[in-house]
Structure formats: C-alpha cells, structure tokens
C-alpha cells in the first residue's frame, strides 16, 4: 500500500501555522511526520494530512503550557518550596518598580561621581534592622555556606556536629558543600548527642572554622543533646578560630501562635556572639529569593574580596525587592511582607474567608478546623492551626480538579481540602469562580 503522508516543508507552510513560532512547528512536524511514517510501514493506520495538523497544534500547546504562571497555594503551607516560597506583595514590588525599570546607582557613587560600592545600601539597612556591624547578600544561601566556607575554610578544616549532616532537599547537602567548596569536614560527636567537648577535642591547627547547622526539615527528639550556638561561639574565639551558623530560616521580633517557642529571633540568634551567620530571603523572612550573610565587617569584607562573589551576587531587581523588604520592617509595614500577614492571620479571618465561599457554592463541603505547617524548612515538627473547606466527592479525583484549574489543595483523612492559611484574599474570587464551574453551579 502507498504511505501518503505531507511532505514537511509544504505542511509547515499551511495557515493555521503562520502565527506561530516557525522553528517549533517544523520540529515537531518531523517528529509527528516520523512517528505517523512508522506506523505506516508497519501497516497500522496513521493519521491524514489534517489529522496532523491538529496533532502539531496541540502538541505546541503544550509548549505553551509551560510558561511559569501563578498558582492559588491552597495548601496551608505557606512557605511552599515547590510553589515559589515567600510571596512579593504588589506594594513591596510597587515601591521597587521605578528602580527596576531604570538605570540605577547599582555601583555608583552620585556623591562622589565616582564607581560605588553594590552592596552599600543594602548593608547599611541590614545593619540597622539588625544590628550587626555588616552584610552582604548573594544569590541563595547554599551560595551563603558556600561562600563563607570557602572563603575561610577553604584547604582547612570545619568542625560540625554529626547530627547537623543533613540534606535540607534539593541536593542540598551539607557534607557535599562542604566538600565542593574546598574545605575538609570533621565531624564530632554522634547523631543524637555532641558535648562542646567533643568539639573541644577535635580542634587542630588545621581548623579554621566551627560550624552550626540548623537542621531545618527534620528534628531529632529522645536521648539527644545539641551544643548551644553560644557555647561554640564562646569556644572558637577562645581557640582563635571563626565560627558560623546556618540558619537557614530567619525571622525578627515574634511569631504567633507560640511558635517562636522552639526558634529564637534573629535578634537572640546574635546575642549569642556567632561572627557570622546566613539566612534564606524567601523563607521566615518573607522577601525575594537571597541568602543574607550577617557579621562583624572584617569578615564581611573577606567574602566580599572573594572572586566567587563575582558568580554568586544578586542582580538589581533582587537588590531593589530586598531593600523594599528590608524598609518595610524598619518602618514596621509588617502587613507589607506577605509571608508574615499570611501567619499572622487570625482563625476568624480564615474562618470567614472559608465562609464566604462555602456560603457562594453549592459543593458538598464543610469548614472545619485543621492545623498546618510553616514550611521552608522551618520548625519541622510544629504544627499551628488553620481553617479549612473539606470536600465530600472523591478527593483524588477532586484534587486532580483543581490542580488543573491551577489551585493546589490537598487530601487529609481521605478528604480533599483547601487550607485557608496559605490562601491570599485577592485568590477569593478565582476560588469562588473555579468552585461554581466545578460544581456545575450557576
Ligand atoms: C533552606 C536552607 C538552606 C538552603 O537555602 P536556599 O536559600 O534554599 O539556598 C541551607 N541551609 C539551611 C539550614 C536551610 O534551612
């Protein structure tokens, strides 16, 4: 039998293709062209010349499809490390647009009309929220162990707790930093206890460093003992080394719904006397995604000589959102900083916006109480309270759903739920629209 299918340079040139992106349609004419062919000389039936059309135009969809584009965080976690982490509110990034979409005084000194300094501004916020002599902001805070590690451990030793070795996900594995950035790790005391003597007894005079981690998605509990940040603070100026903590997650002042109780502030992470610490932007701290490297300016200035810093800086738009955030919690605008407005609201707050589109939709479902987690790492064991909508139908096929229509829920006790904790009050309406088109409700 004749195998008749288009000839490509022809089926590329049809109309139902001339709005669209030339290379991409002839790829994938040959790729649908080639699978129809050996269908063809194996006898199977193949598709005709507009059967694949249609097929070419779908499959470019698809291309389409994969656009990064904004989600609902329907799942009570608010600080979702596959949904994107800390949200910018509209006003953080109102305030930054002007800088963004303009030439700037990135490394510009107006005063003098002289080459500036990147980081000067920033710094200058991060020491007065705070308090600490200095900063300097990278990419991420993988590049912040990274850096710090190699820039004053690098051919050395660091000493960590063998209970701190943890992988935070994402490849992000302390041991193989660690190694990546050219520092030796020792690794003192056992998984669930290390003594300050057990780092003590491991100081060479090949040590440079003393390191903290914080173990941020898992907790160990039972027979276990950790050494205070103070303690190896106190223990490393004494031996005339440095000493670091990664925190990982940051957050100022408090937290509600008591769940400051297990993580300290900032504030009294430093009055422990650590030289330096580095934190995420994007998580507690609720800004854009940055690793924030606080300390006495010496060492500061150390990192920032480092020919890494070259590779691992942040850009304006990041620098210009960091500086927005920064300001909103000197000028105390904490309802600007979305990660925290979404914590700090209240059951009521939740109950009603749970209310208000029970009362709108005509779903089987009930508003009850739940608890959730922060997410990003922190406080891993600890759960605070949330509202939510439990649907009665199908929960897989429900969550499924709504997945589709672009908001992400999630089955607990065999019900599909939405948890109001993580939902913005501008998500409302799309809810409420997507709910009546589910439910076939007019
Ligand atoms: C999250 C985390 C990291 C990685 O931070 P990123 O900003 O995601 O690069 C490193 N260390 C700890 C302790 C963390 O919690």
């Known amino acids: 039998m004749k195998i008749t299918l288009p000839k490509i340079d022809k089926l590329v040139l049809r109309a139902e293709f001339s709005e669209l992106f030339a290379p991409l349609v002839l790829k994938l004419a040959k790729e649908v062209i080639q699978k129809e062919r050996e269908k063809a000389v194996k006898n199977l039936p193949y598709l005709n010349e507009d059967e694949i059309v249609k097929k070419i135009k779908n499959e470019y969809k698809e291309y389409e499809n994969l656009e990064l584009k904004p989600l609902i965080n329907a799942t009570g976690v608010v600080l979702h490390t596959n949904l994107g982490r800390s949200v910018i509110s509209k006003e953080i990034l109102n305030k930054a647009l002007k800088t963004i979409t303009s030439y700037s005084n990135l490394e510009y000194n107006v005063a003098l009309g002289k080459r500036g300094e990147r980081?000067?501004?920033?710094?200058?916020?991060?020491?007065?929220?705070?308090?600490?002599?200095?900063?300097?902001?990278?990419?991420?805070?993988?590049?912040?162990?990274?850096?710090?590690?190699?820039?004053?451990?690098?051919?050395?030793?660091?000493?960590?707790s063998r209970g701190e070795l943890v992988e935070i996900g994402g490849s992000f594995r302390v041991p193989e930093v660690m190694s990546n950035s050219g520092t030796t790790l020792k690794e003192v005391g056992t998984t669930n206890k290390t003594k300050i003597s057990d780092y003590e007894g491991a100081i060479s005079e090949d040590t440079a460093l003393l390191m903290k981690v914080h173990p941020s998605n898992f907790t160990i509990s039972g027979f276990s003992q950790s050494t205070s940040l103070e303690e190896?603070?106190?223990?490393?100026?004494?031996?005339?080394?440095?000493?670091?903590?990664?925190?990982?997650?940051?957050y100022l002042n408090e937290l509600p719904y008591s769940l400051g109780k297990l993580e300290p502030p900032l504030k009294k992470v430093l009055e422990s006397g650590v030289s330096l610490v580095s934190f995420s932007g994007d998580k507690l701290f609720g800004s854009?995604?940055?690793?924030?490297?606080?300390?006495?300016?010496?060492?500061?200035?150390?990192?920032?000589?480092?020919?890494?810093?070259?590779?691992?800086?942040?850009?304006?738009?990041?620098?210009?959102?960091?500086?927005?955030?920064?300001?909103?919690?000197?000028?105390?605008?904490?309802h600007l900083i979305q990660t925290q407005h979404q914590i700090y609201k209240s059951l009521d707050e939740l109950e009603k916006m749970a209310?208000?589109?029970?009362?709108?939709?005509?779903?089987?479902?009930?508003?009850?109480?739940?608890?959730?987690?922060?997410?990003?790492?922190?406080?891993?064991?600890?759960?605070?309270?949330?509202?939510?909508?439990?649907?009665?139908?199908?929960p897989e096929e429900l969550e499924a759903k709504f997945r589709e229509k672009l908001i992400i829920g999630r089955i607990e006790n065999d019900k599909f739920m939405l948890d109001f904790r993580s939902v913005m009050d501008e998500n409302l309406d799309e809810i409420i629209r997507v709910c009546k088109e589910l439910f076939d409700d007019k």
């Open 288 to 334: 854009v995604q940055c690793g924030i490297i606080i300390g006495k300016k010496e060492l500061i200035d150390k990192i920032k000589k480092n020919q890494l810093m070259r590779m691992l800086r942040v850009d304006k738009i990041t620098l210009s959102l960091l500086n927005e955030s920064l300001k909103a919690y000197i000028n105390k605008e904490f």
């Open 119 to 160: 980081y000067a501004y920033t710094s200058k916020l991060c020491s007065m929220l705070f308090e600490c002599e200095d900063a300097v902001v990278v990419n991420n805070n993988a590049s912040a162990v990274f850096l710090v590690l190699n820039t004053f451990a690098k051919g050395k030793e660091t000493i960590v």
């Open 232 to 250: 190896i603070s106190n223990l490393a100026k004494k031996r005339g080394i440095l000493d670091y903590y990664d925190l990982g997650s940051a």
């Open 355 to 394: 209310n208000l589109v029970k009362e709108q939709i005509n779903a089987n479902c009930e508003v009850v109480k739940t608890t959730t987690f922060v997410g990003g790492g922190t406080m891993p064991c600890r759960q605070y309270p949330s509202v939510a909508l439990a649907f009665t139908a199908n």
